[in-house]
């Protein structure tokens, strides 16, 4: 019997090493699959799969080789903002170097103001991969959402360069989980985000980007270590901006030889101030898109020159398209300050439940002097049907016998000017105020 109710020692040890190597090819494959495979979240990333470095060896070897650059080649910042992300820099460039504690970024501002160059730049400046994730991503992925999301961490973990993990446009999945209505699986996501992200990191730095980071989770608001302002160019950067994508787009192709382009004679640092101040309220993105237009019109005109006349007809149009954008933006804030918060119907029936609600009481409706101290007198105000309205109610009069004196002096002075009292008000029989 006894035999028979224990097994033999050779199915246990059986038993026990099929399950060993069930747990260890899982462990491998998750290994595997944390280092090799980009996770679905990621949308862009400088590292490179071992598929990527089989099939373009030679870019593979390049991007091996590259040297750190300048984090603020081409980013044109206001010399205050460049000092604080030119130290952003070189402090993640030394915490790299001795495998410290990286810092989170939040950095916000208005669209196209160089938040997600510059965060390319930090990552490959400071020599650190980066990747790209992208805030909207993650409210489609549903369930699947928290599973995607430890992905990322563990494949960030298993970089050896340490990770940038940008999250663009953060505002659409770090959203208050208390007041804004979320899913729940957007909810556990972004818990899985929060606890994956509890303690600073020498593995990864987080730099979330946003347009509108009030409306970050508390706890995200937490996890942050620098919040960097991306403000729109002023006059200056304007200036540098027109001149450097004048020179990307226009000036470079054309002396480049090869380009069908040529740029007719004019002053073009002249050209470049005047456009500066046109471009007034103007982005980086808008001012690089003009470099383009400037381009496009030369590659479509007949001999492929470039003329002064066609620069401004370009400046022209995206100085109106730009009063256009501008005219939208305003029209949907009016829209926004104009509708009333939402309110929770009221019964029919109960006072209010037709009109409007939360308005505020015209000035002569205030309580009136003797309303106020009716009932530190403990005496009675009539109601406003009782006798005349227009002098002001000011028949007052004693509500028991131990105030009654009192009462009537209040009451006489109070009806001096009061012509029209009528002697037989009598007060209600309860005493409370009217
Ligand atoms: N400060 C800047 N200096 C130089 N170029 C800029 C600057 N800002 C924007 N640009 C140009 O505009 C493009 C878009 O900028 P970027 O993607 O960094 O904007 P963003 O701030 O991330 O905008 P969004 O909030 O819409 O994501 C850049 O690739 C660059 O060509
Ligand atoms: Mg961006």
Known sequence: ??????????????????????????????????????????????????????????????????????????????????????????????????????????????????KTLFAKKLAMHSGMDYAIMTGGDVAPM????????????DWAGTSRRGLLLFVDEADAFLRKRATEKISEDLRATLNAFLYRTGE???????????????????????????????????????????????????LEP?????????????????????????????????????????????????????????????VDDAVKQHHQKMDWLRGEEEAKSLTPPPLSPLPAGVPGSGGKRGFTLPLKDTPRAEEAIAPVLDINLPSPSDGDQSAGGKRIDSTGPGCEAEAKTVKGDLNQDDGERKPDQTPPKDGSPV
């Open 254 to 314: 054309a002396t480049g030889g090869r380009q069908r382009m040529k740029l007719a004679q004019f002053d073009y640092g002249k050209k470049c101030s005047e456009i500066a101040k046109r471009t007034e309220g103007m982005s980086g993105r808008e001012i690089s898109k003009l470099g383009v237009a400037w381009q496009a019109a030369a590659y479509s005109s007949e001999d492929g020159i470039l003329t002064e006349a066609m620069i401004d007809a370009r």
């Open 1 to 114: 019997m006894l035999a028979l109710a224990t097994p033999p020692h050779g199915l246990t040890l059986l038993a026990v090493g099929v399950y060993s190597a069930r747990n260890a090819t899982a462990v491998a494959g998750r290994y595997i699959e944390a280092r090799l495979g980009k996770p679905s979240l990621v949308r862009e990333t400088s590292r490179f799969t071992v598929a990527e470095a089989i099939k373009h060896p030679v870019k593979t070897a390049r991007r091996l080789k590259s040297k750190p650059q300048d984090a603020l080649e081409g980013v044109v910042l206001n010399p205050s903002l460049e000092e604080r992300v030119r130290d952003i820099a070189i402090a993640t460039r030394n915490t790299r170097q001795n495998n410290g504690l990286y810092r989170n970024i939040l950095m916000y501002g208005p669209p196209g103001t160089g």
């Open 200 to 250: 600073q990191s020498n593995k990864f730095m987080l730099v979330l980007a946003s347009n509108q980071p009030e409306q970050f989770d508390w706890a995200i608001n937490d996890r942050i270590d620098e919040i960097v302002n991306f403000d729109l160019p002023g006059l200056e950067e304007r200036e540098r901006l027109v001149r450097l994508y004048f020179d990307k787009y226009v």
């Open 142 to 153: 549903g369930r699947d959402g928290v599973t995607a999301m430890h992905k990322v961490f």
